[in-house]
């Protein structure tokens, strides 16, 4: 195991599922590719960083952004689950 593993572990244990006083859960929407967002995403940092980018997220950076999960912070997403993910993300909370 590699201290990068267990740093990411340990902060997945931190940040997920996170609920501050006086704040709601985020409630991802319903769709294809949701389980996997959820399954995934939430290891390393809480869903409202999902809605928080939305605004500016086009399919191309929605692809980036789960490229650099993987590829640079070593999120463990399936290469058949990163096209889900990216799909979700880009029907769910991208922009045209």
């Not at 267990?6 to 991802?28: F, K, R």
């Not at 390393?44 to 929605?62: A, R, T, V, Y």
């Amino acid at each position: 195991m590699t201290k990068k593993t267990v740093w990411m572990g340990l902060l997945a244990v931190a940040v997920s599922g996170t609920a501050w006083a006086e704040e709601d859960q985020i409630e991802l929407k319903p769709g294809i590719g949701r389980e996997q967002v959820m399954a995934n995403c939430v290891m390393c940092h809480s869903l409202d960083m999902i809605q928080i980018n939305s605004p500016f997220m086009k399919k191309e950076k929605w692809a980036a952004t789960v490229n650099k999960m993987r590829n640079v912070m070593g999120a463990p997403i399936s290469d058949e689950d990163a096209v889900l993910i990216v799909d979700y993300l880009t029907r769910q909370y991208g922009v045209d």
